[in-house]
């Protein structure tokens, strides 16, 4: 059994005295593990580092076996990841999202998802938006996708403030507002149109993102008896810290 293509390393756990278990987000094959012979060289301890970009080649007897990664770098991106609260605490939290997902099944919107992601971790507004919807793309691949597109009451598709927590649908303003308190605020970011150029998002803006998918993503893992382990509160210290130096006036 082989294949080659594209993985970003998620992490990587000691196997023997000199070799290393890789295990990758795939564009082909989903998250995927194998053994990486030397993976503890200092050729190679450079290269497996979370975040960075690899060419990979597996290659296992029969396919459920656990094979081995032939690797070779592509995007070395760990060194500027590992650099900051953020990075480190975004890697984190996208590798536990991606293990609620079932192993070398393909995703391969949640693989681009994932590279645009860890390229744009720099500039905290943008990253803000991008980890949410990420998170919603997790959520529609766990068989919970959110529908923004237009109410569940009316049908329109105009001035949607609001989600229901029991059909994961958007609803309008008009409908909502006499069950607000029962409804969760839907950020404007979420909808296609509604964020103008250039603008930030106000930390307003990011809990309401943060609390939408946090909600029913509690809900699945109560549902199935699993631990977010604390990786969404340390990335929602990371970008208070990042927001309140650079954009105090959004407080």
């Known amino acids: 059994m082989e294949w080659s293509g594209r993985g970003v390393v998620l992490t990587t756990r000691k196997h023997g005295e000199n070799d290393v278990i890789l295990e990758a987000m795939t564009l082909d094959h989903g998250r995927h593990l194998g053994l990486v012979r030397g993976g503890r060289s200092r050729r190679h301890r450079p290269v497996l580092q979370p975040g960075n970009e690899l060419s ?3 290659k296992a007897r029969l396919s459920d076996h656990l094979g081995q990664f032939h690797i070779e770098p592509e995007t070395l991106r760990a060194g500027d990841l590992m650099t900051s609260s953020l990075g480190l605490a975004a890697l984190q939290h996208l590798a536990f999202l991606l293990r609620l997902l079932p192993e070398r099944h393909a995703y391969p919107r949640l693989f681009n998802a ?4 860890l390229d744009h971790l720099e500039a905290s507004d943008a990253a803000a938006a991008l980890l949410v919807r990420f998170e919603l793309e997790v959520l529609r691949d766990l068989g919970i996708g959110l529908d923004l597109s237009s ?3 009316t ?3 105009e001035d949607l403030a609001y989600v229901s927590p029991k059909s994961a649908r958007a609803v309008c303003r008009e409908a909502g507002t006499p069950y607000h308190d029962r409804l969760l605020p839907l950020p404007g970011f ?7 150029a ?4 106000t930390w307003a803006d990011v809990t309401q993102g943060f609390d939408l998918t946090s909600f029913f993503l509690n809900r699945y893992l109560q549902e199935h008896g699993t631990r977010d382990g604390g990786t969404r509160s340390q990335v ?4 208070e810290k990042r927001y309140r130096t650079e954009f105090p006036w959004n407080f």
């Open 114 to 117: 994932l590279t645009v992601v």
């Open 198 to 201: 250039g603008s930030e998002l």
């Open 236 to 239: 929602l210290s990371a970008l």
């Open 151 to 153: 109410c569940a009451a």
């Open 155 to 157: 049908g329109s598709n």
């Open 190 to 196: 979420l909808l296609e149109g509604q964020r103008q």
């Open 56 to 58: 990979l080649t597996w």
